[in-house]
């Protein structure tokens, strides 16, 4: 397995933050998720007037991989301009496809700090426990 390319998932994470649509939170997020074949799919938060309907960076990212036959992932790198951490919501849908994945967690001054899926969601719900009887 080729070492993972912290550089360039924060480049990509950065592009996706600039098309960001945050202007309500003015919180623009970017994310960049590296699938197990070596493909980058890039998303960003897209908000709305009406609030409940937007949607985090990395569930965009996540849904559009998946969207075209992407479910193996390797990494994923987010960056927010202060390190933000994840929101609960993103980590249960990473648990969904990858709860071995790596999360990358950047701020604009390019301060990168490495965590896992596991980490993230302790103890998570996933999808063997609605096939265990
Ligand atoms: N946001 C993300 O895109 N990812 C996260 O993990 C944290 C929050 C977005 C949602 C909303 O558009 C803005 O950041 C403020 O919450």
Same mark, same amino acid.
């Given at each position: 397995?080729?070492?993972?390319?912290? *550089? &360039?998932?924060?480049?990509?994470?950065?592009? @996706? *933050?600039?098309?960001?649509?945050?202007?309500?939170?003015?919180?623009?997020v970017? %994310? %960049?998720?590296?699938?197990?074949?070596? *493909?980058? +799919?890039?998303?960003?938060?897209?908000?709305?007037?009406?609030?409940?309907?937007?949607?985090?960076?990395? &569930?965009?990212a996540? +849904?559009?991989?998946?969207?075209?036959?992407? &479910?193996?992932?390797?990494?994923?790198?987010?960056?927010?301009r202060?390190?933000?951490?994840?929101?609960?919501?993103?980590? *249960?849908?990473?648990?969904? +496809?990858?709860?071995d994945?790596?999360v990358?967690? @950047?701020?604009?001054?390019?301060?990168? &700090?490495?965590?896992?899926? %596991?980490?993230?969601?302790?103890?998570a +719900?996933?999808?063997?426990?609605?096939?265990?009887?």
């Open positions: 397995m080729p070492t993972i390319d912290t *550089q &360039r998932l924060l480049e990509a994470a950065r592009e @996706a *933050q600039a098309h960001a649509y945050a202007p309500y939170s003015h919180y623009p970017g %994310a %960049a998720l590296l699938t197990s074949e070596g *493909q980058i +799919f890039t998303g960003c938060n897209v908000e709305n007037a009406v609030y409940p309907l937007g949607m985090c960076a990395e &569930r965009v996540i +849904f559009k991989a998946v969207s075209e036959g992407y &479910r193996r992932f390797r990494a994923i790198m987010i960056v927010t202060n390190g933000g951490s994840p929101c609960g919501s993103c980590r *249960q849908v990473m648990r969904e +496809f990858a709860p994945m790596l990358y967690i @950047a701020d604009e001054a390019g301060h990168v &700090r490495a965590t896992t899926v %596991a980490e993230l969601l302790p103890d +719900f996933g999808p063997e426990d609605l096939s265990s009887s």
